[in-house]
Antibody, heavy 112, light 110 residues
């Protein structure tokens, strides 16, 4: 059974940093592109970032370009999202996602 | 990176069929057969219903089907059930390498 478990969310001040992790199991992790998707409270889904299975290619949404970095460790079956320069508008539930499933999300709150 | 266009809300009665549209451009929906559909119930994580325009993952009811014509993709739900009341989102890869989501459609089953 596919399991994706996010961690690392929390409360951070504007301008601060966080590193999200997503631990994967139940499928061949390195075979799949992985995505980060966020959802602000009461709002729709917004794509944030993606990385290819081998980790060689990444792409960010314009809204996070230059501030967020996606990476993966296929030996550890783990996906990461390094978030710097956080803004109030980055407040959201962050999900890791793939074609085989989604995690339950980790909440990031940016507030002073 | 503009969002794909979905109707904000739709409604139907149990047993009916409904079709939710997802309109993009020739740079996203029209460019590839990489359109996915997701269902999200309140307070829950999204669930993948359809990938690659029309493929259903294992365990997804065959009442859900997907199609595409030009720059518009569609999700059809047949034999509506009360548990189908949820938010539905489409997503597509784009030629820029980014991915896009639709704004979401809230489906009411009454």
């Amino acid at each position: 059974e596919v399991h994706l478990v996010e961690s690392g969310g929390g409360l951070v001040q504007p301008g601060g940093s966080l590193r999200l992790s997503c631990s994967a199991s139940g499928f061949i992790f390195s075979n799949y592109w992985m995505h980060w998707v966020r959802q602000a409270p009461g709002k729709g889904l917004v794509w944030v970032s993606r990385i290819t299975g081998d980790g060689r290619s990444t792409k960010n949404a314009d809204s996070v370009e230059g501030r967020f970095t996606v990476s993966r460790d296929n030996a550890k079956n783990t996906l990461y999202l390094e978030m710097n320069g956080l803004r109030v508008e980055d407040t959201a539930m962050y999900y890791c996602a793939s074609d085989v499933g989604w995690g339950q999300g980790t909440l990031v709150t940016v507030s002073s | 990176q503009s969002a794909l266009t979905q109707p904000a809300s739709m409604s139907g009665s149990p047993g009916q069929s409904i079709t939710i549209s997802c309109t993009g451009t020739s740079s996203d929906v029209g460019a590839y057969d990489y359109v996915s559909w997701f269902q999200q119930h309140p307070g829950k994580a999204p669930k993948l219903l359809i990938l690659d325009v029309s493929k259903r993952p294992s365990g997804v009811s065959d009442r859900f089907s997907g199609s595409k014509s030009g720059n518009t993709a569609s999700l059809t739900i047949s034999g509506l059930q009360t548990e189908d009341e949820a938010d539905y989102y489409c997503a597509s890869h784009s030629t820029s390498g980014a991915c896009l989501f639709g704004g979401g459609t809230h489906l009411t089953v009454f």
